[in-house]
């Protein structure tokens, strides 16, 4: 018995040991448990609330940049710095002398100029640039007209791309053309034409005259295209200025761009002046008895033209002419000169037309008729004008055109008029 209870007590011994050993390594095992539950558990809720930072802060950074988006952009001038110190400094103090040297033209004339031009040459400045104001951009295309200077050089005064006066002067011959071309140079009318021949006889005795017609060569570069039609008899390229003038020398009839090889007379064919005065615009049934003949408005124009009731022309120096004719020659030849006269002020004061220009022929026949407008403004306005050394172009020899001539009566009768 006793060794019965004895291997109970040592089973129990064991079992309780065994048991105790068990429950103390459970207990170690379930708290590490606990602690990694709770060290996931914290891991797990900074990761939320990392995570939930980090959307707050992504959700403020979007809402800055939308804000900004939604904001107006504010204007930002780009443009590539240029020294304009003639414009800025130099040009404020111009005399009236230095505007009528540079610019051939007055600071008021100026002026009102820029009032015609506004509409067309006005420009707005954008979000990325300022824009040229206006009256320089005037200035710059008056430069050029009065200068022939090059592009580049005109820049670099200016303090503008050689691209931008480029674009002034293209602006600007288009924008006088549209707006002023038919102001200022216009058919006269009935009442007009009265005044004018008015002035002319009293200024140089010679009745019924309206006017005197001439041609002058534009200098111009060789063209890509046919260019042997715009080389003239002096040797050189050209276009012609066909121009009408009235006795103070303001045009009153122009027609520009015909090729240099051209006759004068042929010039006139193609002239819109021809049709005109076909149509009646130079009213044939308002005559004047002159000697027995009824004498209706007539333009004055070298031997180079043909002889027309409305144009008349000198008699042909043959070495035979008598006293009378003599006479008609120099009274018409006095009364002509007008027209050279203008000729030589239009060229003095725009020398683009007095050199050669190496602008396109279809540029350059905006800008001979920009510079014909611009001639009669300063002689309306009373410009001062210098005289300089613009040669005169040399008489055309007369030949014969397919024109058939008349007028002989009423050029006989200014003659017996003239000589009585």
């Known amino acids: 018995m006793e060794s019965s209870h004895q291997r109970v007590l040592s089973v129990l011994g064991v079992w309780y040991i065994l048991y105790t050993h068990i429950t103390i390594a459970f ?38 940049q939308l804000a900004l988006l939604n904001q107006r952009r504010q204007p930002t001038v780009w443009a590539f710095s240029r020294a304009s110190a003639f414009w800025d400094v130099t040009m404020p103090n111009f005399t009236p002398s230095d505007w009528i040297a540079h610019f051939r033209m007055s600071e008021e004339t100026f002026s009102y100029l820029c009032s015609k031009l506004r509409p067309a040459m006005q420009k707005r400045n ?28 005109i820049g670099l005064l200016f303090g503008v791309s050689t691209t931008s006066v480029c674009r002034c002067v293209q602006d600007f011959c288009k924008a006088v053309c549209k707006l002023l071309l038919a102001e200022v140079i216009a058919f006269p009318t009935l009442q007009k034409l009265q005044e004018m ?42 276009i012609i200025l066909q121009g009408i003038v009235d006795g103070r020398g303001m045009f009153w009839n122009v027609n520009a761009g015909q090729p240099g090889s051209l006759h004068d007379a042929r010039v006139l064919r193609l002239s819109t002046f021809w049709d005109l005065v076909a149509h009646g615009q130079l009213h044939p049934t308002s005559t004047k008895n002159i000697e027995g003949v009824n004498v209706g408005f007539y333009v004055l124009g070298d031997s180079a033209y043909p002889l027309q009731n409305w144009l008349l022309k000198p008699f042909s120096d043959n070495g035979r002419l008598t006293a009378e004719q003599q006479a008609y020659n120099r009274k018409t030849s006095r009364a002509r000169v007008v027209v050279e006269n203008a000729f030589g002020r239009l060229k003095g004061r725009w020398r683009c037309l007095l050199k050669r220009n190496d602008s396109d022929v279809e540029l350059l026949k905006h800008m001979v ?10 002689e309306s306005h ?39």
């Open 126 to 153: 954008t979000n990325f640039r300022a824009c040229v104001p206006l009256r320089k951009r005037v200035a710059i295309a008056l430069w050029k007209l009065a200068t022939n200077s090059e592009y580049r050089s």
């Open 197 to 238: 021949a008015d002035y002319f006889e009293t200024r140089w005795g010679v009745p019924q005259c309206v006017g005197a017609i001439d041609g002058s060569h534009i200098p111009i570069i060789a063209p890509q295209g046919f260019h042997t039609d715009y080389f003239n008899r002096k040797g050189w390229h050209s």
């Open 369 to 378: 008729l920009t510079c014909c407008v611009l001639h009669n403004i300063c």
């Open 382 to 420: 009373g410009e001062e004008y210098t005289e300089c050394d613009a040669p005169a172009d040399e008489p055309v020899v007369a030949n014969m055109q397919e024109v058939a001539e008349e007028g002989s009566d009423v050029r006989e009768a200014l003659m017996r008029h003239f000589t009585r």
């Open 27 to 64: 207990r170690a095992m379930l708290c590490a448990s606990r602690r990694r539950a709770a060290e996931r558990r914290r891991r797990f809720l900074k990761l939320i609330s990392d995570t939930r930072h980090n959307f707050l802060l992504l959700r403020q950074r979007r809402r800055r």
